[in-house]
């Protein structure tokens, strides 16, 4: 039991240790760290100890970790409306951030019960299914799959979908969202997901599940985007006081 104290003090002194160069900026946002080998060296410690302090750092997004590269400094976290709801990109650019996007595919499927029950569609109609990867200052931050009814929008397959998929609505379709339903949810990473963001399976995330609709109620689309844990700073004001 003594050991086991001891070793969690250990840890948590190297995490005090590490925030506060951070805090300082002796490790810049967003700069890889120096490896777990020299950072043990240097503090005296044992890889193991030190990881589980870079765990820590990273549960309360200070540190992030990319596959096969190592552990990076986190950036300022984005601030995340949930009043407004503007589009990704407005929103990066608004607080000074690059964003970028990546279009993995774009294919037609049957949609499930689950899925019908959500678009209000019929179980077995053809939808497309859109799949995103979506950067914050080239850093991979969140995987995006969209659903929409293939019969709505044809020929969505052939615009551009690396921009904003409500612009391509509006212009295209004529179709505006006025309102959606939101929901937040604490996720871990699949495997397929977490390899295109270059984290490892498992991972802590935050999924944002969005079904926005136009201003006779109907359905657009169903917006789910899988967010890594650092990257998001949730923000609402109520609208009164209790």
Known sequence: ???????????????????????????????????????????????????????????????????????????????????????????????????????????????SSMLAKVLKIAKGTVVYHIQRKRTINQRPVLIEDIYLDANRYPGLQHTNLSGSVSVVLTDIYAINVKYADIQITPIAFNELHAKSLQVSPGTPGTLISRISYDGNDNVVQLDQEYWLSDVLRLDVRTSEKF
Do not use: H
């Not at 900026?25 to 490896?35: D, I, M, Q, R, V």
């Not at 549960?59 to 190592?70: A, K, N, S, Y």
């Open 1 to 111: 039991m003594e050991k086991n104290t001891k070793n969690r003090r250990t840890y948590l002194i190297l995490r005090d240790i590490l925030a506060e160069r951070i805090a300082q900026g002796s490790y810049a946002e967003n700069e890889k760290l120096p490896s777990e080998r020299e950072l043990a060296n240097e503090l005296k410690t044992t890889r193991l100890t030190l990881r589980d302090a870079l765990f820590q750092l990273e549960i309360e997004g200070q540190v992030f970790r990319m596959d096969r590269r190592g552990w990076y400094v986190s950036g300022k976290r984005l601030s995340f409306n949930l009043n407004k709801d503007i589009g990704f990109m407005t929103n990066l650019r608004e607080q000074g951030q690059e964003p970028g996007t990546e279009l993995i595919f774009c294919e037609e499927e049957l949609a």
